[in-house]
């Protein structure tokens, strides 16, 4: 079935710096990639997402790439901020709602910022 | 908002007990999906429904059952509780034919002594 590697485990940072988190996955029919954010005490959060007709989208200070070829994706954070600290999944799907609308997901990957 | 709400934030319960755990969504989803979540294993599918009283096993059905009588509630059963099923349990709905985007609640801890 569907395997999500993500990397690293753990991250620590400077305020101010970027932070980048890798995932590869292993179906090439996956073709939706979304980022959660769980912060401490809460649900993850979807935080973007990208399909796989598209090798990059931003908001604001996030980023993800896709590379299909590779079977990989990113996520990138710029001019990192304490309340970016959290736990980000990455997860990869195929197809659109019915039977095909399950999540695979990455181990996560505990991001600190370092005021 | 989507609001995703589970009934108990923490659980302790006994070995061999019969566990109950409430999900319910306020957005009129079809789908909704039990997790677990462990440190180093990230979120694994226990069971998760597209429909009422309909059900399909996730990655990791054993040892647990749900039951979906109503649209907006999502129950997971752990018909006799084991120690190896302290976690962290996640529950999330999602809307058909809107891509994968799914929404979740708070969590419930379990703890099983």
């Given amino acids: ?115 | 908002d989507v609001k995703v709400t589970q009934s108990s934030r923490y659980l302790v319960k006994r070995t061999g007990e019969k566990v109950f755990l409430e999900c319910v969504q306020d957005m009129d989803h079809e789908n909704m999906f039990w997790y677990r979540q462990d440190p180093g294993l990230g979120l694994r599918l226990i069971y998760f429904s597209y429909d009422v009283k309909m059900k399909e096993k996730g990655d990791i059905p054993e040892g647990y059952s749900v039951s979906r009588e109503k649209k907006e509630r999502f129950s997971l059963i752990l018909e006799s509780a084991s120690t190896n099923q302290t976690s962290m349990y996640l529950c999330a709905s999602s809307p058909q034919g809107r891509g994968n985007i799914q929404y979740f609640g708070a969590g419930t801890r379990l703890s099983v002594l």
């Fill in chain 1, 1 to 115: 079935g569907e395997n999500v590697e993500q990397h690293p485990s753990t991250l620590s940072v400077q305020e101010g710096d970027s932070a980048v988190i890798k995932c590869t996955y292993s179906d090439s029919a996956s073709n939706y990639f979304p980022w959660y954010k769980q912060e401490l005490g809460k649900g993850p959060q979807l935080i973007i997402d990208i399909r796989s007709n598209v090798g990059e989208k931003k908001d604001q200070r996030i980023a993800v790439t896709l590379n299909k070829t590779a079977k990989h994706f990113s996520l990138h954070i710029t001019e990192t901020q304490p309340e970016d600290s959290a736990v980000y999944f990455c997860a990869a799907s195929k197809g659109s709602g019915g039977a095909t609308n399950k999540l695979i997901f990455g181990t996560g990957t505990l991001l600190a910022v370092q005021p």
